[in-house]
C-alpha cells in the first residue's frame, strides 16, 4: 500500500498512471511545499485524463487562493460542490469565500443551507446566517467617508482569513438519521470530520446495524482523533 505522505512514491504512481486518483495528494503535498507551479501542473495533467475527480478541483481552488485569485477559487469550488455536495470542506471554504468577495445574500443562503442539510445545528452555519441576514452598522469611518462624498468601499478593505480543512475545528454535530450510512462516515473520514463520522456511527448504532462494524470503524476514527491532535 502505497505512503500517501512519501512525494517520491507519489511521484512514481502519478507518471506512470496520469489518472490515478493520487495525484490529488501528489499535488497537496507541492503545495504545502508552496511550490504552486506544479501543484497547479499536476492536476490540470490529472483533470485532463480523469475529470471526475473533485479532489483536484479541490487543490486547485486552494492554489487559486495562495495567488489571490478569488474568482478563480470560487470557480473550481462551486465545480466540486456539484460533483459531490457533501464535500464539507469546499463549501465551507466557498460560503466564506462568497462573503469576502460580497455575493447576494440569497447566493450565499443556497450554500448555507445545503451544508445545513448535512450538519444541521453547525454553529458556524448558524453566525453565518445571523452575519447575512443582520443589518450593517455604519462605521465612523463609513460616516466620515459619505460625507466627503467618497465611496465606503473605498475606505476599507476587510481582509479575511479562509480557513484550510487543517484549521477548521472539530465539533459534536447532530446528524439527519436519513443521512446516517457507513458511506457518509467514509466521507466524514476522508474529509477529516472524525468527530461527525462518530455522530453517524452513533446514529447506526441506535438503529441497531451491523454492531461489529461500527465498533471496528469507532475504533478507527477515535484513533484518527489522537493522531490529528499530535
Not at 116 to 133: G, K
Not at 184 to 199: D, E, G, R, Y
Request: charged share 25%.
Amino acid at each position: 500500500m502505497i505512503d500517501i505522505n512519501d512525494k517520491t512514491a507519489l511521484e512514481g504512481v502519478f507518471a506512470e498512471d496520469f489518472s490515478s486518483p493520487y495525484y490529488p495528494l501528489l499535488a497537496n503535498l507541492y503545495l504545502q511545499e508552496g511550490d504552486l507551479r506544479r501543484a497547479k501542473k499536476v492536476c490540470e495533467i490529472g483533470l485532463d485524463h480523469n475529470a471526475s475527480n473533485g479532489g483536484g478541483k479541490f487543490i486547485l481552488a486552494k492554489v487559486a487562493l495562495a495567488e489571490n485569485k478569488k474568482v478563480v477559487a470560487e470557480k473550481w469550488l462551486k465545480q466540486v460542490i456539484v460533483d459531490n455536495p457533501a464535500h464539507f470542506n469546499a463549501l465551507r471554504m466557498l460560503i466564506k469565500l462568497e462573503i469576502q468577495l460580497k455575493r447576494s445574500p440569497n447566493t450565499i443562503q443556497k450554500y448555507i443551507s445545503l451544508l445545513l442539510q448535512y450538519l444541521p445545528y453547525d454553529d458556524e452555519c448558524v453566525q453565518w446566517l445571523n452575519e447575512i441576514n443582520a443589518p450593517q452598522p455604519e462605521s465612523p469611518l463609513d460616516k466620515e467617508a459619505i460625507a466627503e462624498g467618497i465611496p465606503v468601499e473605498a475606505t476599507v478593505e476587510k481582509a479575511e482569513i479562509i480557513n484550510t480543512p487543517e484549521d477548521v475545528d472539530e465539533k459534536t454535530y447532530e446528524v439527519v438519521e436519513s443521512m446516517a450510512t457507513f458511506t457518509m462516515v467514509q466521507v466524514l473520514k476522508s474529509q477529516h470530520h472524525f468527530h461527525q463520522a462518530l455522530a453517524v456511527l452513533n446514529v447506526l448504532e441506535s438503529r441497531g446495524n451491523d454492531s461489529d462494524r461500527i465498533s471496528r470503524e469507532k475504533g478507527e476514527v477515535q484513533q484518527l482523533i489522537a493522531k490529528n491532535r499530535k
